[in-house]
């Protein structure tokens, strides 16, 4: 009976182990944000210290990120450079706008 009931407790749902991963994968070292984002880990540290990405310091040397907040406070960033210039972004550069610049300096002599 003893046996059962320690059999009960230690045993956890299948996907526990999943949801903790879930949880973990929300705080990420400086490493981990470089690779994600695709920026050194230099950058992020600079974006830190500029107060330009949240980070929660747990000791002066342990310091971690939530993705979904330095994405939220890039994306936010970048939205208020457009609308103080008074430009709307552009989701990214078609072939047709990089070949125009080409025939334009081309057709200019540069």
Known sequence: MASESR????????DAPAAEQAKRQDFLTARQLAEVLQISEATIHRLRR???????????????FNLKDVKHALRA????????????????????????DFTAARNTGE
């Open 7 to 14: 059999k009960q407790i230690s045993e956890k749902p299948a």
């Open 50 to 64: 500029a107060g330009r990405i949240p980070a929660i310091s747990i000791t002066d040397r342990l310091i971690r």
């Open 77 to 100: 960033e970048s939205r208020a450079d457009y609308s103080a210039r008074g430009e709307e972004p552009s989701p990214q550069l078609s072939f047709d706008d990089l070949f125009s």
